[in-house]
């Protein structure tokens, strides 16, 4: 009954109204949010695509979340598949559901080798070309939604396994300096939103938090604003044919924080999932729940890390099944929207006791 007394402070902390645990253990007012506010950090979030046949879903996002990320509204090929057409539409309805709301919008993203049109990746432009094709897209996205994106990620996803630089037609055109120009010019359309650079794997402290490291120092050579790093955070809960080690332990976690967050940045865990061989069993859940509470307990234990995005809601829509065979069931809510161990974990993580 050591989670009982977690989540009456919990419940404490956030000033609502305590209700009784439901059988499972799981209090109605608990909110991962007002937890997570109540420690004096900034936000929790969810990746989301807005679908209209799951009302489970909007109900979730007000009791637990207080930032969206859009799933992939916002990314090159939704946003211009074609040079100059901008078809902006989808994206919009995210911010607009953010104001509507009262919600936290990050961003999701500017400039990545990924879900980039072939006008981009094949067009052969030369270097001054690509970075007027990278104005024009900055331009208009930083642009229109000025003020009103809490964060953007900038760049996602530039590096390789060993901390070199992804060879992206990006790099391969511009040189390293794409990081730099990338930022200058997300800070030119939009002063206000924090600037962040993305990428996964980077929880390990290894080679690639190295190169993490090194982004940083660059952008901030070329005397450009850089608010903070995203680690995805899309790992293991146990050893998988992906991932022969399992999400790392706690002090590796904070270590790899740190290693960014020395530099005088933001941190964020932006992606979170923590998948497993399905089918799920209780033992796998609760193996799970633990990486969940020691993924935010890292957080909490380092200062500059303001928040978390788990990526998606519920299992029934998570991405891992079509990318990882055999693996899923990563995230909190089960397919029928019940909560798992691993929001019990994540709760007992940001509240901290
Ligand atoms: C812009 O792109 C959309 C989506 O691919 C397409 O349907 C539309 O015809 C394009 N418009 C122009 C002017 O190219
Ligand atoms: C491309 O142009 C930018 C901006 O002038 C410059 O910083 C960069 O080094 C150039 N890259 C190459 C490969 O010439």
Redesign the pocket.
């Known amino acids: 009954m050591l989670f009982s007394t977690l989540v009456a402070s919990a419940l404490a902390l956030a000033s609502t109204a305590a209700a009784a645990p439901s059988p499972q253990g799981y209090g109605k007012s608990d909110s991962l949010y007002k937890a997570m506010r109540s420690r004096g950090r900034s936000f929790i979030g969810t990746a989301l695509t807005i679908r209209d046949n799951e009302p489970a879903e909007p109900k979730i996002i007000k009791q637990d979340f207080n930032s969206i990320t859009p799933e992939n509204a916002q990314k090159w090929e939704s946003t211009e598949p074609s040079r100059g057409n901008f078809t902006l539409a989808d994206s919009d309805r995210y911010v607009q559901y953010a104001k509507n709301n009262g919600l936290q919008i990050h961003c999701h993203n500017l400039v990545w080798h990924s879900q980039l049109p072939a006008w981009v990746t094949d067009g052969k432009f030369d270097?001054?070309t690509l970075?007027q094709v990278m104005e024009e897209h900055i331009k208009v996205l930083a642009g229109r939604y000025r003020g009103q994106c809490t964060r953007w990620d900038v760049v996602n996803e530039a590096l390789n396994e060993d901390g070199t630089y992804r060879e992206s037609v990006w790099y391969n055109?511009?040189?390293e300096?794409y990081l730099p120009?990338a930022f200058r010019l997300a800070a030119k359309y939009d002063k206000h939103a924090e600037l962040f650079y993305n990428d996964y794997n980077l929880e390990y402290n290894n080679a690639k938090t190295e190169g993490a490291k090194r982004i940083v120092k660059l952008i901030k050579s070329y005397g450009v604003k850089i608010n903070g790093v995203g680690y995805q955070a899309h790992l293991a809960s146990e050893a998988t044919p992906t991932a022969p080690g399992a999400a790392p332990d706690q002090k590796t976690l904070e270590a790899a924080l740190r290693a960014t967050a020395d530099l005088g940045v933001d941190v964020v865990y932006t992606e979170i999932d923590l998948r497993m061989n399905t089918p799920a069993t209780p033992e796998k859940l609760a193996v799970q729940a633990a990486a969940y509470e020691r993924v935010a307990k890292s957080c909490l234990a380092v200062k500059r890390c303001i928040g978390m995005t788990v990526w998606g809601i519920s299992d029934k829509y998570s991405w891992i099944p079509g990318v990882f065979a055999g693996e899923g069931a990563a995230l909190i809510w089960d397919e029928n929207y019940n909560k798992k161990p691993a929001y019990k974990g994540f709760l007992k993580g940001i509240v901290g006791r």
């Open positions: 270097n001054r970075i055109t511009i040189g300096a120009i």
